[in-house]
């Protein structure tokens, strides 16, 4: 057991962004879940969910204000956590490919809010909707926006996906989208409400970045202080580079972040290990792991 906990906090520690916020969601399900569940043994039943979900009902808001970025680490049942740390851990990694990881926290944590937004705005001027009321819960709608942001800063991307063979990313992105649009009228019309917001501001994301301007930059200036605040060590700022969009040299800067050699080298050994488990590391990868996480 101490080995296995010992493998946890090492994975967690050096672990990237999509994989640490795969930890907090579920911690953040089994403990409430486990507590709760045993409390209801005792008749004492309090639905906890209803403090850390997000309603339609703008007033609620101001009751619960952090619900408008608490909805999207909690999760209604055991089917709901799996497909979204799945979808999670999918599109964190093709994401990671061409952006910083504080650009993926920023990102995330920031369409999340976004497409909570649009779900509640959405209850007020949809005719079909105002005289209804729901609750919103999970992590989808950010990991809609890591999907759609990575499918359109590079939408050829080929993906080696079980039983389809090699599929180009967008059509990934696109097959999603569309089964939000026919279930809109059918069922967990807010869910898919969020869904969509989520992957328009990937969308929205991507275009400005390109044109040099980080619409999240606000965001990750709260996180770098907070990093001050509590006295972790500041990371290396955004680099302004130069892109090259339809192969000419583009003369706006352009917040587009590239990762430097140390961390492209721990981004291979945390898939080797995602891959193939912990065990699988060599003497040299686990020593390299243990100084960079210093």
């Known amino acids: 057991m101490s080995s296995i906990l010992d493998d946890l906090k090492l994975q967690f520690k050096m672990g990237d962004v999509a994989t640490k916020l795969i930890f907090w969601n579920i911690i953040l399900f089994a403990i409430p879940t486990i507590v709760f569940s045993i409390l209801k043994l005792f008749n004492i039943n309090i639905d906890f969910l209803s403090y850390v979900s997000l309603s339609s009902n703008p007033h609620n808001l ?18 709901h956590i799996l497909f979204n740390l799945l979808m999670l851990n999918f599109a964190g990694r093709i994401f990671s490919t061409f952006f910083t990881q504080k650009q993926f926290l920023s990102l995330y944590l920031v369409s999340a809010i976004f497409a909570g937004i649009l779900y509640i705005v959405s209850y007020m001027i949809f005719p079909a909707l105002i005289n209804s009321s729901s609750v919103l819960i999970g992590a989808s709608g950010a990991v809609m926006a890591i999907l759609a942001a990575t499918a359109t800063y590079q939408p050829m991307m080929e993906l080696r996906l079980f039983l ?22 059918i069922n967990n019309t807010g869910g898919h409400i969020a869904h969509l917001g989520g992957a ?17 930059a606000w965001f990750t200036k709260i996180l770098d202080s907070l990093a001050v605040l509590f006295g972790t060590k500041k990371k ?47 003497k040299e990868e686990k020593e390299f792991l243990f100084k960079a996480g210093k």
């Open 62 to 79: 101001l009751t619960k204000p952090w619900s408008i970025i608490s909805y999207a680490f909690f999760h209604a049942g055991i089917l």
């Open 164 to 185: 389809f063979g090699t599929v180009k990313l967008v059509y990934v992105v696109l097959i999603f989208l569309f089964i939000d649009l026919i279930q809109l009228p």
């Open 200 to 216: 328009l501001f990937g969308y929205i994301y991507i275009k400005q970045l390109q044109k040099g301007t980080d619409i999240t």
């Open 236 to 282: 290396t700022p955004f680099k302004k580079v130069h892109v090259n969009l339809k192969k000419t040299v583009v003369k706006t800067e352009s917040k587009i972040v590239t990762k430097d050699k140390t961390q492209q080298q721990i981004d291979e050994i945390l898939d080797k290990i995602s891959q193939s488990g912990y065990d699988a590391l060599t």
